[in-house]
């Protein structure tokens, strides 16, 4: 199963240019998609995500370039054959592109993150990858 950000929350992102309240916690919101120049092929993606405890994105890979910076509680990503990455507030996690892993939202409060992307034009950021 693929997670298409851009087209899963187009109705998220006509919402907030409304000014209505944003969308409940999980539903990722999308704040921006451009092209880049100069990047033939290539383009940027920035979403915000509400996450409760314990949630969990299971096998997945990135096929382009993900900065995660966290607003609220601990995130960790476990990419394979490396040591986890944990971030806090005001914390930012590096994922390159193609390499599995499988994210989580640690300790009781939850959390609230930005994701930037840069990309393939027109793929989905996530990749689901069962074993």
Same mark, same amino acid.
């Given at each position: 199963m693929n997670l298409n950000i851009p087209n899963a929350?187009?109705? &998220?992102? %006509?919402? @907030?240019a409304l000014?209505?309240?944003? !969308?409940?916690?999980?539903?990722? /919101?999308s704040l !921006? /998609? /451009?092209? !880049?120049?100069?990047?033939?092929?290539?383009?940027?993606? @920035?979403?915000? %995500?509400e996450e409760e405890p314990g949630k969990v994105y299971e096998r997945h890979i990135h096929p382009?370039?993900? %900065?995660?910076?966290v607003l609220e509680g601990t995130i960790q990503a476990d @990419?394979?054959?490396q040591e986890p990455q =944990?971030? &806090?507030?005001?914390?930012v996690i590096?994922? =390159?592109?193609?390499?599995?892993?499988?994210? =989580? @939202?640690i300790g009781d409060e939850g959390a609230r993150f930005l994701v930037f992307q840069i990309g393939p034009k027109g793929e989905d950021i996530m990749v689901f990858q069962p074993e």
């Open positions: 929350c187009a109705a &998220s992102t %006509f919402v @907030v000014g209505m309240p944003m !969308l409940a916690v999980g539903d990722p /919101t !921006l /998609t /451009t092209d !880049l120049e100069g990047m033939e092929g290539m383009e940027a993606n @920035v979403v915000l %995500f382009g370039h993900v %900065f995660v910076y @990419v394979e054959g =944990r971030a &806090s507030a005001g914390e590096h994922e =390159r592109p193609d390499q599995p892993m499988v994210g =989580r @939202v």
